[in-house]
């Protein structure tokens, strides 16, 4: 009894928490010592996926001849840097995987400017520190490096050589980056504020020491950004790079820096840009077709199992409100196969508590008395509960590994809201349901109403 009473009051709790939740956009909970600090500020708002809610879908592929063999590794290393570059533009709940061996696929849900992200994208960022002696060439000049060459550069051509024909020696990549932001100088000027890994910094070091007042340009791309002069050797680890930067140049070379060079060039295959109308459309069809079906299976089970029916629906009410939290909390993406595999997970939600009221009809049937009926009712039906649940979440792995294998991001959605449904739907039938047959019917004679449990 004490431990059905601890329960009562957790679930009690759980469903207080979870409302809180479902009706909540944004939580905050303050410091209570400080009012003015939050301890927790979070938005929970449901999130939505590309068909839903309309953006951008890019199918990316590794530019290189069929014969290259691209290691996981690389795919998976551009993957990321590709994302870093996104999220560093502002676009949020991003979704990237990797598809077969060359391939990645890009979802970018509210998308406004499709150009600007496809750009970002294809950007290589090939950040070099070149060394330009006594004769530096101005913003904006293409000039060649012995970057990736057999043999180094070690003197600067002269002031005579023709930049198309001069080959200029790089000092440091840009992997030798630790981090880039944007900064402004006293003078109110937009630059990019740099410091460098470890090992690169001893390099720096040295290079600098032995150049000072000779020119040492920062090359992006191939392009010169600037040639400042080196007054002093830079032994910390940290620069500046400077330049007529507008606040907007300035954050795009920054995000540029900070997301590092491709390991294996990319090209946009394919790129469209997805309506959000037509996804309007599927949220209100969808969440129409849920509540009939929950309409459906309320009815069902009230009219089926009577009372015990009536503590089901109850049930099933906290199944669909702990669903909902669980998603927003995670948060889930949702898709519109992750809608309808959340739809699936309500009708198995109430295949434990038929399983569990048929047996406990049997029982009923067998002279057993109410709290011993709903005991072994619960023991006898689990194995069954078990067992079809465990296949369930099987097949949700095999599925989530498939779509992650392939790109197929709608397969995924499917998978993890059907298997974070089946988990919960454990949940209130192991629990919840349980508790409350208890705490309603363990006072209540079946002989002398039995037709408030089907009899």
């Known amino acids: 009894m004490r431990n059905r009473n601890t329960w009562l009051v957790v679930i009690v709790l759980l469903i207080a928490f979870s409302l809180w939740i479902d009706l909540s956009k944004n939580i905050v909970i303050y410091n209570p010592f400080n009012n003015d600090t939050p301890i927790v500020d979070r938005n929970v708002d449901i999130k939505l996926g590309l068909d839903l809610r309309g953006g951008l879908q890019a199918l ?26 996104a999220n560093a533009l502002g676009v949020s709940e991003i979704t990237m995987q990797t598809a077969g061996t060359r391939r990645i696929v890009a979802e970018f849900p509210g998308v406004t400017n499709p150009e600007e992200v496809v750009a970002a994208l294809k950007q290589t960022a090939l950040l070099e520190f070149v060394d330009m002696g006594t004769n530096p060439l101005p913003a904006g000049t293409t000039i060649k490096t012995d970057f990736g060459a057999a043999e180094p550069v070690l003197t600067p051509p002269d002031a005579a050589t023709s930049p198309v024909d001069a080959v200029y020696h ?35 070091g040295d290079y600098t020491t032995s ?29 500046v790079i400077s330049g007529k930067f507008t606040q907007e140049e300035a954050q795009t070379l920054a995000i540029q820096l900070r997301s590092g060079a491709l390991p294996i060039p990319i090209k946009v295959v394919e790129s469209r840009t997805v309506g959000a109308t037509l996804g309007e459309e599927s949220i209100r069809k969808s969440v129409l077709a849920g509540l009939i079906g929950l309409a459906v299976i309320i009815l069902f089970m009230a009219f089926n199992y009577q009372l015990t029916g009536l503590i089901a629906d109850l049930a099933l009410i906290c199944y669909a409100i702990f669903s909902l939290m669980v998603f927003k909390m995670i948060p889930v993406t949702l898709t519109l196969p992750g809608i309808a595999g959340f739809i699936l997970s309500v009708g198995m939600a109430v295949d434990a508590n038929v399983l569990i009221f048929e047996r406990l009809k049997e029982e009923l049937r067998a002279g057993r008395n109410l709290r011993q009926a709903i005991d072994l009712a619960w023991s006898r039906a689990w194995p069954s509960i078990r067992d079809s649940n465990t296949s369930t979440l099987i097949t949700c792995v095999i599925l989530w590994f498939f779509g992650n294998t392939f790109g197929a991001s709608m397969v995924k959605g499917f998978s993890v809201t059907l298997a974070l449904g089946v988990l919960i739907s454990l949940f209130t039938a192991i629990i919840v349901t349980r508790t409350f047959l208890h705490t309603v019917l363990d006072n209540v004679k079946s002989t002398e109403h039995p037709r408030w449990f089907g009899l």
């Open 211 to 239: 150049h000072t007042n000779q020119y040492l340009a920062i090359v992006l791309d191939k392009v010169i950004v600037s040639a400042p002069i080196i007054e002093s050797p830079i032994t910390s680890g940290q620069g």
């Open 170 to 204: 790089t000092v440091m990549t840009g992997s030798g980056l630790q981090t880039a932001s944007v900064t402004r100088s006293t003078a109110g000027v937009y630059q990019i504020a740099f410091e460098l890994k470890g090992d690169s910094t001893a390099v720096f």
């Open 60 to 85: 990316l592929e590794a530019d290189v001849p069929e014969e290259t063999v691209i290691t996981a590794e690389e795919l998976n290393n551009a993957k990321n840097i590709l994302q870093n570059r």
